[in-house]
T-cell receptor, first 114, second 112 residues
Framework: AAGVIQSPRHLIKEKRETATLKCYPI?????VYWYQQGPGQDPQFLIS???????DKGSIPDRFSAQQFSDYHSELNMSSLELGDSALYFC?????????????FGPGTRLTVT | QQQVKQSPQSLIVQKGGISIINCAYE??????FPWYQQFPGKGPALLIA?????SEKKEGRFTISFNKSAKQFSLHIMDSQPGDSATYFC???????????FGQGTRLTINP
């Protein structure tokens, strides 16, 4: 079965640079979620989109922005990167319009800020 | 403040034994309780989930027990295998919400 696709898988940036992470949800899923996971930590919810509209927001820094496009893929844009942004970033998707809470996670993007 | 509290932080079980991980929550507005399995460097994988109107759900070797009055739920892994060695997260979602709230995670090691 098709899974969530994330790119790139690894990304190395310097402080104050900008990064863009991409997410391709499972086909026919209408909702995407972004989570950040620090080393040894549980995933923390950043933001979600349902049918291309922001639907929920967590502890996402103002330096980060995201959107969902007409083909349902999503991008997370991170500017003015800080050392503390180094983490695993996961995208998940679900079929929200059928009241499904099941979220399926992608393999993640490992962001390293130097 | 951790809204979902998970224990133990780490667990070592012998092959063939039963692994038990516990979670507790305070907010009764939580409406869905999934468990995720995560291997190092990989994304969390949905294992099994339960709603509060059910006391137990079993899928293969994995069972969730849910105690609504105590606001606790647990994951039982029967006949634990070395391949089950991973970090396990319990989680919860508020009714009508989308944000998964995770527990702190349990690092499970199955000794052969």
């Amino acid at each position: 079965a098709a899974g969530v696709i994330q790119s790139p898988r690894h990304l190395i940036k310097e402080k104050r640079e900008t990064a863009t992470l991409k997410c391709y949800p499972i086909p026919r899923h209408d909702t995407v979620y972004w989570y950040q996971q620090g080393p040894g930590q549980d995933p923390q919810f950043l933001i979600s989109f349902y049918e291309k509209m922001q639907s929920d927001k967590g502890s996402i820094p103002d330096r980060f922005s995201a959107q969902q496009f007409s083909d349902y893929h999503s991008e997370l844009n991170m500017s003015s990167l800080e050392l503390g942004d180094s983490a695993l970033y996961f995208c998940a998707s679900s079929l929200w319009r059928f009241a499904s809470y099941e979220q399926y996670f992608g393999p993640g993007t490992r962001l390293t800020v130097t | 403040q951790q809204q979902v509290k998970q224990s133990p932080q780490s667990l070592i079980v012998q092959k063939g034994g039963i692994s038990i991980i516990n979670c507790a929550y305070e907010n009764t507005a939580f409406d869905y309780f999934p468990w995720y399995q995560q291997f190092p460097g990989k994304g969390p994988a949905l294992l099994i989930a339960i709603r509060p109107d059910v006391s137990e759900k079993k899928e293969g070797r994995f069972t969730i027990s849910f105690n609504k009055s105590a606001k606790q739920f647990s994951l039982h892994i029967m006949d634990s295998q070395p391949g089950d060695s991973a970090t396990y997260f319990c989680a919860a979602i508020f009714q009508g919400a989308q944000k998964l709230v995770f527990g702190q995670g349990t690092r499970l090691t199955i000794n052969p």
